[in-house]
């Protein structure tokens, strides 16, 4: 199958471009993409040269650069080469010009201004790391968000990708074989969240990872029997707990997320780009 190569260019991060193009890639399952990522674009010379690498890769463009310039000389390239692109900020800047009849900045990077909730999400990013895997317990008691879930469940990315909405999130490991920390009594709990999958899903998760290691895939580990000896733990504690449980097996981080936000009332809309 021909690998369909897609290029995001931004002057910024470029995350809300990549979104969109793999929003719309999940439509099309048999379609295999490689997607590049160009973030923080602010000069002619290096966007010529991403063009000219694009051009030579057959690759579409989805893009993010709020300066007239350059985004105009994307389209006039790509208009000029036969080239498929998707301007993912000057269409919606056009028409909020149109219905507010004001100017936009057009300042590359605006949305990350250094602000209070900048530096807020930086500390809890680093909430995060430290407070990843059951490393901290007493960062248990400190946490917006806690996450249960056994091996190999995306506590850490689900973790990671929070902490991006400025929430402080603490995970832990749990197990037949696995002690509770004693904190685990003392949270709240609607700020917990129990995760879990398949056995199957997670078989192969599992015998990817001991791959990946250079180890046996097949451990007790990885077996589906053992694993579901793990989840029938996991699926009493949730219940002793008594919090929401969810089934990541099916979702992607961002609907994890979602899910976990919205049942705490927080806002959902916050984008990185």
Do not use: W
């Amino acid at each position: 199958m021909k690998t369909q190569n897609i290029f995001i260019i931004s002057d910024s991060s470029g995350a809300t471009a990549q979104t969109i193009a793999q929003t719309a890639l999940s439509q099309f399952p048999d379609v295999k993409a490689e997607i590049r990522r160009f973030p923080f674009i602010q000069t002619e010379s290096i966007l010529k040269g991403i063009l000219k690498i694009a051009l030579a890769n057959h690759a579409m463009i989805f893009h993010t650069l709020v300066s007239i310039e350059l985004s105009k000389m994307v389209r006039d390239f790509c208009k000029e080469n036969g080239i498929y692109d998707f301007d993912c900020v000057q269409t919606p800047m056009r028409m909020l010009a149109e219905v507010t009849g004001q100017q936009p900045a057009h300042v590359p990077g605006l949305i990350h201004d250094l602000n209070q909730n900048y530096f807020e999400r930086i500390s809890a990013i680093e909430f995060a790391v430290e407070n990843d895997d059951g490393k901290n317990p007493k960062g248990l008691l400190e946490a917006d968000i806690v996450l249960l879930g056994v091996s190999r469940t995306s506590k850490t990315p689900l973790s990671l990708y929070l902490a991006n909405q400025n929430q402080r999130v603490a995970n832990l490991p749990i197990g037949p074989d696995l002690q509770l920390p004693e904190e685990v009594d003392q949270i709240d709990k609607d700020k917990m969240f129990g995760l879990l999958n398949t056995p199957e899903k997670l078989s192969k998760i599992r015998k990817q990872r001991m791959i990946s290691y250079g180890l046996n895939a097949d451990t007790p580990y990885s077996d589906p029997k053992h694993i579901k000896t793990e989840l029938e733990y996991a699926k009493k504690l949730y219940r002793k707990i008594g919090c929401l449980t969810i089934n990541v097996a099916n979702k992607s981080i961002e609907e994890t997320a979602t899910i976990i936000l919205e049942s705490l009332n927080l806002d959902t809309t916050e984008f990185e780009d």
